[in-house]
């Protein structure tokens, strides 16, 4: 028993790891490029006038052609 | 037969002036590089490394050493940690750790990806001309009823979709 307790304690002995550039800004990095992206694609998927061509059904009400 | 003599003589010159190089130190011989040497190197596959990771002890490490000579229960356990430690770099725990980098790598992704929708919205709008007219929506509902009138793909396509009793699309 007594060994496992110093063994324990061995483990506990660690060195203080500095944080790198992921720990500090990824969380950053990673939520600012979220957020370029959603409201770049946001914009150029909605508002620019990109006919997407989406299927008719369920969409369009027909309308009368025959004049 | 001379041949083979010869090359006796050569095999014997060429041994002892390696010895003799050896016996005067670096005399004419390239000092060895530091990453000719064998290495210290942190790997999961690898438990023992050829050599120890800190090459130049410090005086109270070398008294260390010479403690570690005799029996190990009388070494404290901050003792054992040094030692692990001029033998060691990192711990197999410290090794394994994972890291944030994923984060930085996404983020760095999406942004330029992002940069690239900015291309698209320049290009619509400097680039390509207006689209054609039967585009519109009263020509695309023209042409929606058109379709359906004409049974357009009844089996599985469009027509299929559309209720002809109730007049509207299919739930």
Redesign the interface.
Known sequence: LARSV?HT???Q???K?EP????K??????????A??T???G??LTQ????WGF????R??????RE | MLASRAFGLVGKRALSTSICLRAHGHAGVVKAEDFSLPAYVDRRDLPLPEVAFVKDLSAQQKALKEKEKASWTALSVDEKVELYRIKFNETYAEMNKGTNEWKTVLGGVLFFLGLTGLILIWQKHFMYGPIPHTFSDEWVAAQTKRMLDMRMNPVEGISSQWDYEKNEWKK
């Open positions: 110093r304690a061995v483990r002995a660690h060195r790891h790198d550039f992921h720990d800004y990824g969380n950053l990095v990673l939520l600012g490029g979220a370029v992206f409201v770049v694609w914009y150029a620019i006038g990109i006919e299927s008719p059904v369920g369009v009400t027909p309308k009368e052609w």
